[in-house]
């Protein structure tokens, strides 16, 4: 009896404790709002700690994602457009079978707080609004190379917009409309809501619109595979959608791959 009751102890006080990890994310601008928001939630319900960076999606300043890591800067997971991360997964710097689809965004337009807001419902309103700004500010990003490189185009106002309108890098385009230096700016809906100083006029009309997909990778060099699973997990699940939904997105909540 007093050798079963010593191996009891003798257990209990054996189990291994669970380790706490330290998880590495960059987040484009789209998801960061979201993600600022969900991780304390993670971390309620989790031993992990979530180190948060930023950058955007695709492009060449210094801060970008694609430049962070041309330098060997090491996360454990992304979260960028779809399609950047597809690059990724072929280049080798994210896992292959490790995309989950976190949220489809849309792009917006805002103005400078309490300045005339310019009609964009229609296709028509749309590109007499830009034509008519003296100022058009546009993101580094996802939503501002379909604008410079598609929608412009399309709408047959490339060469005035070549004029008036500027790539904004490193920097948020509200920012750059709320200190009077554009008076339109284009970006996706949650990058320009947070902003304070700005007044969001609407989304851009569905004939032109671009949704996007975000999604979360993990990377080649992740230092705990398990608990990057894990945050990914808790940012596709039904307990993320409403903050999801508050800061402009739209949940996609797939099925994870793993």
Do not use: C
Request: proline residues 7%; glycine residues 6%.
């Amino acid at each position: 009896m007093k050798h079963a009751i010593l191996a009891v102890l003798v257990g209990l006080f054996s189990v291994t404790p669970v380790l706490a990890a330290d998880i590495q994310v960059i987040t484009s601008g789209a998801f960061a709002e979201a993600l600022k928001a969900l991780v304390p939630e993670y971390e309620k319900q989790s031993p992990n700690k979530v180190i948060i960076s930023y950058g955007s999606s695709m492009g060449t300043a210094p801060d970008s994602i694609p430049s962070r890591l041309a330098r060997d800067e090491r996360f454990d997971v992304l979260i960028l457009a779809a399609p950047a991360l597809e690059s990724f997964i072929k280049s080798g710097a994210v896992q292959p079978g490790s995309r989950v689809d976190l949220v489809a965004s849309v792009i917006g337009a805002a103005v400078k707080a309490g300045a005339p807001k310019p009609d964009i419902s229609t296709v028509p309103a749309l590109k007499q609004a830009l034509l008519n700004a003296k100022s058009v500010a546009y993101s580094a990003s996802a939503s501002g190379t379909y604008l410079s490189t598609e929608l412009f185009p399309k709408l047959g106002i490339a060469e005035q917009m070549s004029k008036t309108a500027k790539k904004i890098y490193s920097e948020r385009v509200g920012t750059v409309v709320a200190r009077g230096d554009a008076e339109l700016g284009f970006q996706q809906v949650s990058e320009l809501i947070p902003i304070s100083g700005i007044d969001f006029i609407g989304e851009i009309p569905p004939e032109v619109q671009q949704t996007v997909l975000f999604s979360a990778g993990i990377t080649n060099n992740v230092a705990n595979l398990n608990a990057s699973r894990d945050l990914i997990a808790f940012l596709a699940s039904p307990k993320a959608a409403p903050t999801i939904q508050k800061a402009g997105l739209k949940p996609v909540m797939p099925t994870l791959p793993w």
